[in-house]
């Protein structure tokens, strides 16, 4: 660890403050920090899935995060723009010259986020919709034969248990390509980032990050070996403001629903959905 980062957590640990200068981020820096740090307690949240997924959902009474480097349709999740090869964020070189930092001492650090963090941190992916979105429901509710619970921000974070030694927070998706760098020296921000072609999606993921304790106690002779995913519990009465079932749905499937997740909700939660019929693509 660089020695001036080491006296800075000393002094911060001892309680005292380090003088360091206002740093002005660029444009894309600050609306990117924005979209990860300020999700708003009302924001809506959709999570389409498919039927199976939602019967498993009320089965464990928990929801399922997926390990960061094993999601298929984007493997470059939790990895940083092509830019970072050749430049800083303006977040990591004002911190940078401050901490005394030499140019490319931090590519360690990058290395380690793209490798050992991918498979310590977990998502769960939300979608900031107030409204269905045909789609959405064909990209990800089983081609709209599958459930769509809705919900808001302050309501998931309610109806969050706790693991030991894991620690899960909201933060919104930035959909950029590989001409901005991202900053490194804030380690979950590479898993705030997604290509352009996933815009459409408006993400506000659920990201957990094992802690130091379970990650250390991970490494073995074969290297760094964590679960493919977590199961976090959830309180269903704060979770489920509103679900959705999908357009081209059967009738039967409707009620199965309609019994299951209004008992779970302690009220009546289940609607059809406002989405007309459609052929799937």
């Known amino acids: 660890m660089n020695e001036r980062l080491k006296t800075v957590l000393a002094e911060m640990k001892e309680g005292e403050f380090v003088a360091l200068s206002a740093i002005e981020p660029s ?11 300020e999700i708003a307690p009302g924001q809506s949240l959709m999570h389409y899935m498919k039927f199976d997924r939602f019967k498993s959902l009320l089965t464990n ?8 480097d ?6 470059h999740e939790g990895t940083f723009p092509a830019a970072n090869d050749s430049k800083q964020s303006s977040l990591t070189q004002g911190l940078a010259e401050q901490l005394g930092f030499p140019t490319g001492s931090l590519k360690g650090h990058r290395d380690f986020i793209e490798g050992p963090m991918r498979k310590l941190t977990y998502v769960h992916c ?6 269905e979105n045909q789609k959405m429901w064909d990209e990800y509710g089983d081609h ?14 309610e109806s969050l248990g706790r693991l030991p030694d894991f620690s ?13 760098p991202v900053a490194e020296i804030i380690s979950f921000l590479a898993a705030c980032r997604k290509r352009p072609q996933f815009s459409h999606e408006r993400e506000i993921r659920l990201i957990g ?19 493919d995913h977590q199961m976090v519990g959830v309180n269903f009465e704060r979770l489920f403001e509103r679900i959705y079932v999908g357009p081209n749905v059967s009738d039967a499937v409707f009620q199965e629903v309609e019994s299951l997740g209004n008992k779970a909700a302690g009220c009546r939660v289940v609607h059809r959905s406002g989405v007309s019929p459609f052929q799937p693509s």
């Open 70 to 75: 094993l999601f298929e349709l984007d493997p």
């Open 27 to 37: 444009p894309f820096d600050s609306t990117f920090l924005g979209n990860a740090l």
């Open 144 to 157: 709209g034969c599958g459930v769509c619970v809705r919900t808001t921000a302050r309501r998931l974070h």
């Open 126 to 131: 939300w979608f900031g919709w107030d409204n």
């Open 61 to 68: 009474r928990a929801i399922y995060m997926r390990r960061l």
């Open 209 to 227: 990050q094992l802690g130091e304790k379970t990650w250390q106690a991970s490494y073995t002779e074969d290297g760094l070996t964590t679960p």
């Open 168 to 180: 899960a927070n909201l933060c919104g998706v930035t959909y950029s390509g590989d001409e901005h």
